[in-house]
């Protein structure tokens, strides 16, 4: 098999495809991991993401069922090599109605330890804030505007002004020793966003560390002096070296690295969480 590839769920398993008009299709939802040699940050907590939104965005479509999103899953991850560095994405997709299931077969792009961001001015555009995968091409777009402004990603601002997250990560800070982060999506609509299965397992490992936590409200201004993350499947944690127009950023040095190795000593296999 190639390092890229796009297969199609048939009801019974997973079928390359030759081609494939995009065009035709509706993504509903979507969700994708960083796996190496077998290996994977929080497999169970990506299939259970994905799941919910499969049913969220599939359940009113014909063909659809809880039971053929778990098995298109187990599918795909069955076709992982064992080894090398991979970046699979599990999706549904809509068509007059109808759910199609796909999986696109990746090798992992390049990684980056660091970060530059910007503050996204023009309209909040996401369609399904708490779903991965209707509003990503939106996302892809504000990201690429932001390279043209020197930055990599966008943070996305509820309508007061504070941060909900990142275009296409999540976006955490510290407050000396305290970890911190938005206020949960589910307690305040205006910070409806995805939830992060890199920050999930980041303020649970806090916890059990003892490390002390907090979430708050804040504006990009308030976060001057201090030290932000930037956090996905694919990366990891990464530093925000810069905000484009925004505040001045501080590092503890070392810390970001500690907590690398922490996050990368908790891998699963993940053939183990495809029940």
């Known amino acids: 098999m190639s390092t890229a590839a796009l297969f199609r769920w048939n009801g019974d398993a997973l079928v390359e495809l030759d081609h494939c008009d995009p065009a035709e299709d509706r993504l509903e939802a979507a969700d994708s991991l960083l796996v190496s040699d077998g290996l994977a940050f929080a497999p169970a907590l990506h299939r259970a993401r994905f799941l919910a939104a499969a049913h969220a965005r599939g ?148 916890a059990a560390l003892g490390v002390e936590t907090h979430r708050e409200r804040t504006t990009p201004a308030e976060l001057d002096g201090a030290e932000v993350w930037a956090l996905g499947a694919l990366h990891g944690i990464r530093m925000v070296t810069h905000w484009v127009d925004g505040p001045e950023l501080a590092e503890l040095p070392g810390r970001i690295g500690v907590w690398r190795d922490r996050r990368s000593a908790l891998r699963k296999p993940i053939g183990e969480h495809t029940p």
């Open 59 to 206: 359940a009113g479509l014909d063909g659809y069922s809880d039971a053929s999103a778990a098995a298109v899953w187990n599918a795909a991850v069955a076709l992982l090599p064992a080894t090398g560095d991979w970046f699979p994405r599990v999706e549904i997709l809509s068509h007059d109605g109808t759910a199609r299931f796909q999986y696109r077969h990746r090798s992992a792009p390049d990684r980056t330890r660091s970060v530059r961001l910007i503050t996204h001015r023009g309209p909040d555009s996401r369609t399904a804030p708490a779903v991965k995968g209707p509003d990503l091409d939106a996302l892809l777009a504000a990201r690429t505007a932001a390279q043209g402004h020197g930055a990599d990603d966008v943070v996305l601002l509820t309508p007061d002004g504070y941060v909900i997250d990142g275009g296409t990560s999540a976006i955490v800070w510290w407050r000396g020793d305290i970890l911190c982060g938005p206020p949960p999506g589910a307690d305040d609509e205006a910070f409806a966003r995805v939830d992060s299965v890199t920050a999930a397992g980041l303020f649970t490992l806090a």
